[in-house]
């Protein structure tokens, strides 16, 4: 610790910072733009202006940027001073005199860090009297709005989108006193990240255009803290209604987790909860139809025995729920046997102690990068924004001799210039992080397993190496087993996206190759959706057994919670699986071929409507919140409705219903691997001086209006039993426990930045501590052990293609597919394919094949990517036209069409 003294006021703080964090730390409001915690000093925006003193006896001193001058022993500042406070104020008002007094029409207005920082330095008045510059703004997609005549000139845009994020197509134009930020032309922005700039941009100038569609001032919205629900990291989320309908996805900090950014599919794609076609009413049909649905539902769950099909985008709480009713021998994952195999591997893998599963923020701290069969840009996007900090951070390590502080950017990049850290891409086709590759191997499935164990093999000779092996495939392994065995944090990814177990394998034996007494190699893996991890560690049999069982089991009905089976089976052998029971209840919020089956279908809450807990990728519990109450009374979470369902198995009518704590403890008390869960979030009864947290900021309006239609009198507000959260503005306005924070506000601070009010120290943990507790998994059983089979090589068939999925950000995901502004960006279907086996099918690219798959036949169009290995073809994962594909495939390719 260093002292430091502040307007007379002496302050212990922490080396290594600079000012203006150091003040923002400590309490003290110091107006600022262009600097962002994230992404460290550049000092464009002179706005940081404080007066900096020899010593206690000078008297004069000298202006200086707090973001630009690092804290040492024993330095004297003025915040206060007024020559600082005068620049402070002038420079704003420089800045004003070309932006627009149109904040009563701004989409940022009321959120604006401009409207805070013009507050706080005592600009209040314009006095620039004549034309104001002028831009033409863009067409930037379907995700963003652009106007550049708010622009500032603070760069934060271009820092985050091109060397944060590394995007291509934004960039900064000037002649003379014109700064233009923008593309070189209209055109959708193509980076994953691109929502981020409604979020760092410190004004108008690129807002959410989604929310422009139903806009709500951040002050009028209902908020909570939520989870997002389209893969499987597990990044924190803020979800804003209004009217009943989900209005805004913004980025909830975690410290552990996503930090300050998350992906356009988590910000975008959430459209599904207000889709006019989802389920919102319950359906009888077949004989039961006569009756009504309390009278159906007791008659079906009395008849018979019951086998239950969970889901790994539901809850814990559901999947719990459905298992307590049906008994833990008839309840099933839902999934493929292949996939439940691979995440079994998985866990035993992240529960054997040889390896290390690191957070995602550890991820930014690897110095050595293997990424085994996996794109993590489209299967897991903020962990490929995790790896480029990581490949962007390593050689900051070798500058400590030149006097540079690492906050100071803008001198750091010029230093390192284009140096990065070790990353290797193996993978099938070319990804978005090949370009910060220093080396890639585009192969099959089954030799990226074998690359895997050849480098396992260079590390420990002990463990298996490959047979047949080309010599620059072998010293391309040999090369990277040397760097991995240098690295002091060597971290090795890998997952699930071709669905090849020996890849998982192979992973895992690299990781235990190189544990030493000092070092365990972080393995970071990748599954399908949001509570696959949750599902897996409950291990219960795949839907492969479910559809045996139910071949001799004497079933009379199937209870399939949120779940589409023909996205995770051949449509012919789930229509055999699901004719085999005489009624099929289905809760769901989404209208699917599975719904379509249903004799009894429930209309089940989104993530909005109702709470739950998902376990992450890292295994990692969080809990997420209810933003607002269904419009519908018929619209309930999945696991009240199957509480509901035990009463009517035990011969009552539904009665009081239980909470969600009662159900985490029996969940706990039944299976002990999710021990500590009940610490996610604190429980239902909490309260600080007897008060809730209010989802509403205090500035909330047209409570009573909203409802004048219905009568002139306020409404009583909705009670929410399962958290200490309240629907309305009234209750503790101080700082909530960090799980419980709904939004982001500070006296002065309206936006988003307000958000280190709440942090332990500038761009550090949450106070008491980030979101989410990682489970131990005591009591999880493995029966199979880590088998050191190195699979053969690949094999081109002459009569087939063997197809790998090509997972997409846009289209992959079954919820986000239901949001307009994510389904325009979805790719048309395809097959990708070598250019000499597009020639031997005499096709060329844009026609269209003809492939039968299984039992299905799909018309795709031929792309060529000359980097796939002959015999092999791409195709587009579960895409809307081409779910249902039992992995791994093959497929014949029958003739072209003209």
């Known amino acids: 610790m260093v002292r430091i003294y502040i307007d007379q006021k002496p302050y212990d703080v922490k080396p290594g910072k600079n000012l203006l964090e150091t003040c923002l730390a400590l309490g003290l409001d110091l107006p600022y733009f262009c600097w962002h915690p994230a992404m460290g000093s550049v000092g464009s925006c002179r706005q940081c ?90 067409y930037l997609g379907p995700f963003l709005h652009h106007e550049m005549n708010r622009c500032i000139q603070c760069y934060r845009c271009v820092r985050f989108y091109k060397d944060y994020a590394g995007g291509k197509d934004l960039d900064v134009f000037a002649a003379h006193n014109h700064v233009y930020f923008g593309r070189e032309k209209d055109g959708i922005l ?125 809850t814990l709480e559901a999947n719990f729920a459905l298992r307590r009713l049906v008994g833990e ?29 690191p957070s995602l923020k550890e991820t930014e701290h690897a110095d050595v990068i293997l990424v085994l069969g996996e794109d993590p840009t489209n299967s897991a996007p903020r962990l490929a924004l995790a790896l480029r900090q990581a490949v962007r951070t390593k050689p900051l390590e070798n500058i400590s001799g030149s006097n540079i502080p ?88 890998s997952g699930m996206t071709l669905f090849d177990v020996d890849i998982i394998q192979a992973a895992y034996q690299i990781g235990r190759a190189l544990e030493t007494a000092q070092r365990k190699a972080g393995l970071c893996f990748v599954v399908p959706e949001c509570n696959s991890t949750g599902l897996a560690m409950m291990q219960a049999p795949s839907l492969t057994a479910a559809m045996k069982a139910a071949e001799t089991g004497n079933f009379a009905t199937a209870v399939i919670l949120e779940n589409d089976l023909y996205r995770h089976g051949e449509r012919l052998e789930v229509d055999q699986f699901l004719s085999t029971f005489k009624n099929i209840i289905v809760l769901d919020h989404l209208a699917h071929d599975t719904v379509r089956k249903a004799t009894v279908l429930l209309p089940a809450a989104t993530f909005a409507e109702g709470e739950g ?61 999710f021990k500590g869960i009940e610490r996610a979030a604190p429980p239902s009864d909490f309260r600080i001086n007897g008060q809730r947290i209010p989802r509403e900021p205090h500035r909330f309006s047209g409570r009573t209006a909203i409802l004048a239609n219905v009568a002139v009198s306020e409404p009583k507000p909705p009670e929410d039993v399962d958290s200490p959260l309240s629907f309305t503005m009234e209750g503790y306005r101080g700082m909530p426990p960090a799980p419980l924070i709904p939004f982001y506000w500070s006296p002065g601070w309206n936006s988003g930045q307000s958000v280190h009010k709440y942090q ?100 795709l169009t031929v792309v060529r990517k000359d980097e796939i290995p002959e015999g092999l073809a791409g195709l587009p994962y579960n895409l809307p036209s081409t779910s249902g594909i039992a992995w791994p495939a093959k497929g014949v390719l029958t003739k072209a069409l003209l």
């Open 49 to 138: 202006a404080v007066k900096l003193f020899k010593d206690e006896n000078d008297a004069t001193g000298r202006l200086v940027m707090a973001c630009m001058e690092g804290v040492r022993d024993n330095i004297y500042l003025s915040l206060t001073d007024a020559t600082a406070h005068d620049f402070r104020s002038q420079n704003i008002e420089w800045l004003m005199s070309n932006h627009p007094h149109d904040c009563a029409v701004c989409d940022e207005g009321g959120s604006c860090h401009l409207q805070d920082m013009t507050v706080m330095t005592g600009h209040a008045y314009r006095r620039f009297r004549f034309p104001k510059r002028t831009y033409q703004n863009q």
């Open 190 to 314: 193509e980076n994953e990240f691109s929502g981020n700039l409604a979020e760092v941009c410190p004004t108008g100038v690129f807002t959410d255009k989604s929310l422009r569609e139903h806009y709500t001032r951040k002050w009028d919205m209902t908020m909570a803290p939520s989870v997002c629900q389209h893969c499987s990291l597990g990044c924190n989320i803020i979800a804003g209604e209004r009217y009943g309908e989900l209005r805004q996805i913004t980025n909830r900090f975690n410290g552990a987790v996503n930090g300050y950014f998350i992906c356009d599919r988590g910000r975008y794609g959430y459209e599904f909860v207000n889709d006019p076609g989802r389920v919102r009413q319950p359906v009888v049909r077949a004989e039961n139809n006569e009756k009504n649905l309390f009278e159906s539902l007791n008659a079906i769950l009395v008849e018979g025995r019951m086998i239950g099909v969970g889901s790994p985008r539901a």
């Open 329 to 357: 021998e008839q309840f099933y994952q839902g999934i493929p046997e292949n996939e439940a195999r691979m995440l079994n591997k998985i866990l035993a893998i992240q529960h054997s102690g040889h390896v290390y599963t």
């Open 406 to 493: 690492l906050w100071h950017d803008a001198a750091v990049r010029e230093l390192v210039q284009d140096d990065k850290g070790e990353l290797f891409m193996a993978y099938p086709v070319h990804t978005k992080l090949d370009e910060l590759a220093s080396g890639s191997l585009h192969a099959a499935p089954e030799d990226i397993a074998r690359f895997g164990f050849a480098i396992a093999h260079y590390i420990d000779t002990n463990t298996p190496r490959p047979e047949g092996m080309d010599a620059q495939t072998l010293e391309s392994a040999r090369h990277m087993a040397g760097f991995l065995q240098k690295a002091e944090r060597p971290l090795i990814v």
């Open 613 to 673: 807990t998902l376990v992450n990728n890292e295994g990692r519990a969080q809990r997420f919140f209810q933003v607002f109450m269904p419009k519908n009374e018929n619209i309930r979470e999945s696991w009240r409705w199957l509480d509901e369902f035990r009463q009517f198995q035990n011969g009552a009518m539904p009665n009081e219903l239980r909470e969600l704590d009662n159900l985490l403890e029996e969940l706990v008390a039944a299976m002990p691997q």
């Open 760 to 859: 332990t120290e500038t761009g550090g943990s949450l106070r008491g501590g980030d979101p989410g507790v990682r489970l131990s998994g005591e009591g999880l059983h493995f029966e199979n052990g880590f088998q050191e089979h190195v699979p053969p090589a690949f094999e081109r068939q002459p009569d087939e293609m063997t197809l790998v999925p090509l997972p997409h950000i846009y289209g992959s995901d079954e919820l986000s597919v239901r949001s307009p502004s994510v389904e325009s960006r979805i790719p048309h279907p395809y097959i990708a394919m070598n250019s000499l086996d597009a020639e031997r099918m005499q096709t060329m690219e844009g026609d269209v094949l003809q492939v039968q798959i299984g039992g299905e036949l799909y018309e």
